[in-house]
């Protein structure tokens, strides 16, 4: 059981980025042929390796054994029993009893960071509900940072039952682990080289 959670218009602004990508190619080779098409592939790759990594690698991934926060930068395994605090005060954070330092979770913006909002939920935000019964599969979800706040809050007394291992005993979920998002830093440092190559085209062009 695997619920996915982007922020919302996260996988929107993706998209986005991806069409706008993809038309420059197509109307570079409606304007010059396949060579002005595959002289501005480079910056369109570029943009679409930036989309993937800030607007569609980002998200919350909770399982009945904890929640993975994946951010730009770093991925956070948390276990259930570790998650300390669930902190939705000017952004969403996550505290871990093991990791020294607060996870933001980047993956879901709020509609509005202020003091008045901060720590409020709307009717809205209270339709979200987790279905921790539900048959085995992955479940995608967009939400923003009130709603993912319930969900997480929520999730956290609906712990599943200790994992049994080969011989029937219980075994606990391995510990919380922060590492580098390793997906995202490659496409970040893919994007820059092609931006880069593609500046230094333009100006040999100009």
């Not at 986005?16 to 420059?24: G, R």
């Not at 993975?68 to 669930?86: F, G, Q, S, Y």
């Amino acid at each position: 059981m695997v619920y996915l959670i982007r922020g919302r218009h996260m996988a929107m602004n993706a998209s986005l980025l991806w069409a706008f990508a993809a038309l420059m190619v197509v109307i570079s080779a409606w304007n010059g042929g396949w060579r002005e098409a595959l002289w501005i592939l480079p910056f369109s790759l570029a943009i679409a390796l930036v989309a993937f990594a800030c607007f569609w690698q980002p998200r919350l991934m909770l399982t009945p054994e904890g929640v993975t926060v994946r951010n730009i930068v770093r991925t956070a395994w948390i276990p259930w029993p570790e998650l300390k605090e669930v902190e939705n005060r000017y952004g969403l954070y996550l505290h871990s009893s093991r990791l020294e330092r607060k996870i933001p979770v980047w993956a879901v913006p709020s509609r509005a960071i202020s003091v008045g909002y901060a720590g409020r939920a709307s009717d809205e935000d209270k339709k979200i509900h987790l279905d921790w019964d539900a048959s085995p599969g992955k479940y995608h979800y967009v939400m923003n940072i009130p709603q993912a706040y319930l969900a997480l809050t929520a999730s956290r007394t609906r712990l599943a039952p200790p994992i049994k291992g080969k011989h029937g005993h219980h075994h606990d979920p391995s510990p919380s682990t922060l590492r580098p998002n390793a997906a995202s830093l490659a496409a970040l440092a893919a994007a820059l080289i092609l931006a880069v190559y593609f500046a230094s085209s333009l100006a040999m062009y100009s």
